[in-house]
């Protein structure tokens, strides 16, 4: 249609991503057969040596747990090829299973893990939760916590030796302890801002201290924060800072990200967390940055002049 049109091949080729030989050859099979030149010949390749079935097979047996009888905890292409051999007939090498799981990208020696809820308020809190990072309230902070815990403080018992030429950075193999510290961190999830610190127990104490940091460092913006429910945000003591903190006439509950559920706080991969753990969630407003937030999820601001002015975040985020 396009060379109909008066488009030169050159114009072809750019406007349907190919090459030139391949409008030229499909021109001529036109000029030559009309509509039926431009049908899918049969191929004089190599017909593949492994049919569809056996392919089929071999994807529909791995996305299934081994049989007890094979005494085998998940697949192997190994594993994979013996038992196709063994029980179906079927002769294949473990090179071509390795080459059929990447193709459609099955990994069948990783596993992951996932978490139920009971909380029948789950849905409400999870889309409160992501209101808050996606449509977060206009002239809010929301504040993303999370703490890395006994981190060793080691120092080599000589000085490092520098790369060089041929030679890598080396350094001894035995090294001296210095104790453990805790980091608490605070993710704004605007700017991207982290504040820390550090201390020496991982206590409820500590986390009000980190509060306090936070709070004072915010002239009297709402904010909300997204944090793990361990036990040192949650308690009396968690409640009376709550019942202090929260000033404002306007201030109204907000619902706690689902107990016993986990969440993904976005701190976490700043305080370089390994992959695949991820906090508990509960979702609170604090009047002033915390840190840590408590666990009983609860919106506090600080007082301020006029009245609140805020954008819709999410169902239930006030």
Known sequence: MWRAEGHSVPEIARMASTTRPTVYKWIARYEQHGIDGLSDRVSTGRPPEVSGEVRA???????QSPPE???????????????????????????????????????????????????PDFEEKVIDVVGLYLDPPMDAVVLSIDEKTQIQALDRTQPLLPMTFC??????????????????????TATGEVVGRCFARRRTEEFLKFMDQVVAAQDGQEIHVVLDNVSTHSGSDIDQWLTNTRTSPSTSPQPAAPGSTKWRSGSASSLDRPSGEEPLGRCASSSTPSTPTSQNGTTTQNPSPGPRQRTKSSPGSD
Not at 57 to 63: D, N, Y
């Open 57 to 63: 097979k071999i994807l529909a047996l791995t996305r």
């Open 69 to 119: 009888t094979s005494g085998l905890s998940h697949w192997s292409s190994r594993e994979m090829a013996r038992y196709l051999k063994r029980e179906m007939g079927i002769h294949i090498s473990h090179s071509f299973v390795a080459a059929l799981w990447r193709e459609h990208g099955l990994q069948p020696h990783r596993q992951g893990t996932f978490k139920l809820s009971t909380d």
């Open 167 to 188: 030679k890598t950075e080396k350094r001894t193999h035995d090294y001296t302890r210095h104790g453990t510290t805790n980091l608490f961190a605070a993710l704004n």
